[in-house]
Structure formats: C-alpha cells, structure tokens
C-alpha cells in the first residue's frame, strides 16, 4: 500500500538496482542538507481555524495565464531514462493527467517536443543547463518556444556538479562503464536490467537538433554536468533575446540574487537547494525562502522546493507566500516502481492530503492560506 513517501521509497528500492536508487536518493557529501529541508519543514506547524465553509474546496491556482490544478508541479529530473525507458513521458502524461505543471530537464531522455504532444493542455516548463558550447542550449530553446513550452527555468546552482558520495561508492561513475559489482547490482533487479536490455541504454537526446547522440562532447559535459561557469547575470540578455516567454531562475538561496534577478527582468524565481545535491551546507528552503519573498516584495512570483514530502508541507510554504512548490523524488519514485500509474499516485497521494489539509485549516481555496495558518514549534517539537 502506498500512502506516504516512505511506501512510494520502499518501491523504488525494490525495483531499481542499488545505483539507480541511490542517484535517485541520494545529496551531496554528507547529505545534512537532505536532512535538513525535512527538519526545516518540521519545525514549523499548522495552527487551523474553525467553523469556516469548507463544502466546495478549489485548490487551483492561475501561473502565468495557465491552470494548475494544485499549487505543485514535478520537478526537473535528469536521466529518467535509467529509471524506466521513456521516464520523461510517464512523469510528463502522470502530471498532465493530474493537471498539474511538469518540468522537463535538459538531462532528459525524450525529445521535448514528444514530451510536449503528451500533455495536452496542461503547462509544461523547460529546465535549461548552459554548458560550454552556446548553441547546445540555443537549439533547445528555439525548439522548446516552437513547441510551445509555457515558460523557461535556467538552473543556476550547477556551476559545478555536488560531490554525491553513493555514486562514487556505487562506481556509477560518468562516463557509464559498469564493473563487475555493478553488473551484479543489475542482474539482481532481472526486470529493470530486461526493460533496459530491450530499449538500450539513455541518450541525452535533447541536446541537439536532429535527436541524434551527436556531438560526443556536449554528451559527455553533460554526464559529467559540466556547465558553463563564465555564465552571469550579463547573460540572461543572451537568453533574453532566444527567449520572449517567462524567464525564471531555479536554485537562487541568497535574497540579493533575488532583488538582482528583479532588476534584470526575470519573471519568477525557484527557491531550491537541488534537493540537497549540490552545496551541503546551505540552509533548507523553507528558511531561505522568507527573505527571498521579502527581498522581491510580491512583483514576481516565488516559488520552491526540496524536501517537500506532504500536502501539509506544501501548505506551510503557501503560508509564508509562496505561489507554488515543485516535487522530485516522490514523483520519479513512484514512477520507478509503477510506471506512469505509480507517478499519478504519487501525484493523487500529494493532492488529496493539500485538499484535506486546507478543509482542517479551515481554507477552502488557495488565496485564504494566510501567514497566521503558520506557528513554529520551538518547545513542543
Ligand atoms: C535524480 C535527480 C535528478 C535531478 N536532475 C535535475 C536536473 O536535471 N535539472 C535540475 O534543474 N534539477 C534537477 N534535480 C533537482 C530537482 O529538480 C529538484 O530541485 C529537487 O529534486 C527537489 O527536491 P525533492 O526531490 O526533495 O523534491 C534533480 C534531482 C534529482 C533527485
């Protein structure tokens, strides 16, 4: 049964290989920041109100022109073709059938114009890495805007890749060639390694215009998450002049980065710490995310994520103004132990506790979730 983060966790284990799971689970170094956004989000409880008309609930909210649903959407996940083949489409259909926003990442697996034709309606957004060569990110862009992606994130955390230790242990090493511990691993999990067996292994397909493998360097930049590091504020203009949709930054902690990406123009902001995969001793995002508020003062919409693993926590980062959360791992979790059906119920489980969450708040619609719905526990735990 699943009913929680730690069932849909459970059957991801069980059906990945050790390394798959562990990439999929794991953060940097010595993973305190993984802890630490779940502590964060703990320390701050709930105070409900009462006797308020909660007969109709709408939970929906309006994000740049579109409809969500739910105030949370799926979080950019690269190499989702190693957790199951076409993993980008099962997470992009599960969220669309829930009417919820998906981002796909530069990292994936599937052509992005394929992952857009499955969703219909519902929004999509595009997660941009800018690697060394320019006119890797310059096609996708131009292919994302064709296609009709709602707007563009640019993740700014990766000027490096995190130091993740379990794939260093696991020897899931880039470029992939497996040793004998890892062949090993594979041949335990007999219905992961026949389905990658059937399909062959994923190629970083979106990196150039004709879907091919094709350029070998920009392949392997991106295994090794190899960015650009000469990239600054100079250059949004550069994706400004590719790019007339909503622009927004994903991975800013630092409330001056905030007031910077004001000035610059950019339309929203995602508050994250790469759901503590990069930098391990940065703050949990629910603490960051107040000054971040305070610093764009309502002008652009703010949003976060990392570590969000209820709809309670969802409502706490509402509460303290946030428009909206993105979730990872319980989503490709869900996707990697049933296909696209475990990644809706990933989506359901989320959904259903928001709805029951703001009923015992006494808030029946998203704008009612105020910033008294919020208490931090000190004493009491
Ligand atoms: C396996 C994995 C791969 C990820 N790949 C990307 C990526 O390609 N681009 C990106 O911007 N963020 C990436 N992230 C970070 C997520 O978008 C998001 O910030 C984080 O997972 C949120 O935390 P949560 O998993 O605790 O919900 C990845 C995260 C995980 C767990």
């Keep these: 049964m699943q009913l929680n983060y730690s069932d849909l966790r459970a059957g991801a284990r069980r059906r990945l290989p050790r390394f798959v799971f562990d990439y999929l689970d ?14 964060a ?22 994000v740049f022109g579109a409809r969500w649903a739910a105030p949370f959407g799926v979080a950019p996940i690269g190499l989702c073709g190693l957790v199951r083949p076409g993993g980008d489409l099962l997470l992009a259909r599960a969220a669309a059938t829930a009417g919820l926003p998906y981002m796909l990442s530069t990292a994936s697996n599937s052509r992005l114009e394929a992952v857009r034709e499955v969703a219909g309606a519902a929004p999509q957004w595009l997660q941009l890495y800018v690697m060394g060569e320019r006119s890797v990110a310059e096609q996708m862009v131009r292919r994302a805007r064709r296609a009709g992606f709602g707007a563009l994130v640019l993740t700014v955390d ?10 260093v242990r696991n020897g899931f090493a880039l470029p992939f060639r497996p040793g004998p511990a890892l062949l090993l691993d594979m041949l335990r999990h007999p219905r992961w390694a026949l389905s990658m067996l059937r399909h062959g292994a994923p190629n970083f397909v979106n990196l150039t215009e004709d879907g091919t493998a094709g350029n070998a360097a920009s392949q392997a930049a991106m295994l090794a998450r190899t960015m650009d590091r000469g990239l600054t504020w100079e250059s949004l203009a550069w994706l400004r002049s590719l790019w007339d949709g909503p622009l927004l930054l994903k991975g800013v902690l630092h409330a001056d980065d905030g007031r910077r ?42 949003f976060v994520d990392s570590g969000f693993r209820r709809g309670s926590d969802i409502v706490k980062a509402l509460a303290l103004g946030a428009r909206g959360v993105f979730v990872g791992r319980p989503v490709v979790f869900g996707m990697a132990a049933q296909g696209q059906a475990g990644a809706s119920a990933a989506l359901d489980l989320l959904a259903a506790e928001l709805q029951r969450t703001l009923i015992l708040l006494g808030a029946p ?4 979730i105020e910033r008294d719905h919020l208490v931090r526990a000190d004493a009491d735990g």
Excluded at 41 to 62: A, G, K, M, N, Y
Excluded at 365 to 368: L, T, V, W, Y
């Design 158 to 167: 990766v000027a490096v890749s995190g130091m993740r230790e379990r794939d």
């Design 365 to 368: 619609r998203i704008a009612a």
């Design 26 to 39: 794991g953060a940097a170094e010595d993973e305190r920041c993984l802890r630490r956004n779940a502590a």
């Design 261 to 302: 990406a004001l000035q610059r123009g950019v339309d929203g902001l995602i508050v994250s710490n790469h759901g503590g995969r990069q930098l391990d001793a940065v703050p949990a995002t629910i603490s960051a995310l107040p000054a971040m508020l305070d610093a764009v003062a309502g002008r652009i919409p703010v």
């Design 41 to 62: 989000l703990e320390r701050l409880q709930l105070q409900p109100t009462c006797l308020r008309d909660t007969t109709q609930v709408d939970t929906s909210i309006e």
